[in-house]
């Protein structure tokens, strides 16, 4: 496992990525962004955050965030705050505080 930012992980282009979903993991809900400003947005804030592998890689409960892309209507990528695939990770900068702002502020 290596430190990489959203577009080591995205297969695919994310210019693409029409529309995000951001699931709450306390609550359940899930609000979309289907804005083409805001979406692009929400990635460029996000694609030059770094995804450090933690050392510790033991399975854990609950999240606070899930972010699903979408090209279209085609689910492409999902990821968590702390872990992306099945691998745990901490963020530089934190993630946190920026998809809980683009959450708040989703009608």
């Known amino acids: 496992m290596e430190t990489k930012t959203l577009k080591g992980f995205y297969d695919g ?23 083409k400003n805001t979406v692009e ?20 409960d609950g999240f606070n965030y899930a972010v699903t892309f979408y090209e279209n209507e085609k689910e492409t990528f999902q990821f968590g705050m702390t872990q992306v695939n099945d691998h745990y990770y901490h963020t530089e900068p ?3 505080p920026i998809v809980d702002d683009f959450y708040e502020t989703i009608d």
């Open 41 to 60: 947005a929400f990635l460029n804030e996000m694609k030059d955050i770094e995804f450090i592998p933690e050392d510790n890689q033991e399975p854990r």
């Open 94 to 96: 934190d993630i946190f």
């Open 13 to 35: 282009n994310l210019d693409e990525v029409s529309k995000v979903a951001i699931t709450d993991g306390n609550t359940g809900k899930r609000k979309m962004i289907e804005d």
